[in-house]
């Protein structure tokens, strides 16, 4: 049995999650639903698409992963990989990334844009001189330059293989996120975009079972994100068998 770890608001899953919990179902994996910060694990693998709110329980969610380690659960990905990937100063050591400095003045000019070194779903990322809470970056911030562009690529990897990829087309909002209204369409990269991507997923790490690395569409390229914690994957029945199938090789080999 694995468990699919969510948060309360999306204990019964989400369209994408209940996609694949049907296709590891029809492989005779048995699935389940934990809310992480809830209910106690009862399975030896967890996997952690679903804990859109860790952020914001930022210091409990690294005493769950101790937990987790402690228990011998088999998270996927593995607790190291969360730690590192739930801060985002990995991007200073990423090549092709949207330069990045880590600061604790909470200071930003035109053209600038700010964001909790931990957070989510766009939550408290500003730009220019836009009126911020210091009590949203507690876990200190990070300064980019606002990088101009209508839309976001997201490339998904299995086990560092490219497998598709996702454009997502901003709405009347700097952010191309799911929160501030985006629109989902399919895309082709080329092998450019796709070499960029597992460049910077390399460096990062080669042991992630799953990742999404977020790339803005307009020249140069930069790598705005990489996701190896609870990225939304746009699963259909195609990805999420295949992903499903990938899932049961991992936790039987």
Not at 14 to 43: A, F, G, P
């Amino acid at each position: 049995m694995i468990s699919i770890l969510v948060s309360n608001e999306y204990k019964d899953g989400s369209i994408s999650l209940n996609l694949l919990k049907k296709h590891l179902e029809k492989l005779n994996i048995k699935s389940t639903y934990v809310v992480w910060d809830k209910q106690e694990i009862k399975s030896k693998y967890a996997l952690m698409l679903g804990v859109w709110d860790y952020s914001l329980k930022y210091d409990y969610f690294l005493e769950f992963l101790n937990e987790c380690d402690k228990k011998k659960i088999t998270l996927i990905n593995s607790s190291n990989i969360v730690r590192k990937n739930s801060k985002k100063d990995y991007l200073l050591n990423i090549s092709n990334a949207v330069p990045s400095k880590i600061t604790d003045t909470y200071e930003i000019s035109k053209g600038q844009i700010i964001k909790p070194l931990v957070g989510q779903s766009g939550f408290a990322v500003h730009k220019d001189k836009e009126k911020i809470n210091i009590n949203d970056y507690k876990n200190k911030a990070l300064i980019q330059p606002f990088i101009k562009h209508d839309s976001e690529l997201c490339l998904f990897f299995i086990q560092n293989e490219f497998f598709y990829a996702k454009q997502r087309v901003k709405n009347n909002d700097f952010r191309a996120n799911a929160n501030y209204g985006v629109v989902v369409k399919d895309y082709k990269p080329d092998s450019e975009l796709i070499n960029i991507a597992k460049k910077a997923l390399s460096e990062f790490s080669t042991q992630c079972f799953y990742a999404r690395v977020d790339i803005f569409l307009s020249k140069p390229y930069y790598v705005n994100e990489i996701e190896c914690i609870e990225p939304a994957m746009y699963f259909d029945e195609f990805y999420a068998q295949i992903f499903a199938k990938k899932l049961k090789e991992l936790i039987l080999t």
